[in-house]
């Protein structure tokens, strides 16, 4: 069996949050080198604001 990224490491999660952030008009964080806690925080934040942008 193949080893692979999973959540939130796999290239999906990151490919839609550099996009997100392009969206945001934020500048690209390197999520490929933060921690995991520290990624989920960050998106955490991220549904966050586009959440309160929907209202």
């Given at each position: 069996m193949k080893e692979g990224n999973v959540f939130p490491y796999d290239p999906d999660t990151l490919?839609?949050?550099?996009?997100?952030?392009?969206?945001?008009?934020?500048?690209?964080?390197?999520?490929?080198?933060?921690?995991?806690?520290?990624?989920?925080?960050?998106?955490?934040e991220i549904t966050l604001i586009?959440?309160?942008k929907q209202i």
């Open positions: 490919c839609i949050i550099r996009e997100v952030e392009a969206y945001l008009g934020f500048r690209n964080k390197d999520i490929d080198k933060i921690s995991y806690t520290e990624l989920i925080k960050y998106i955490d586009l959440l309160y």
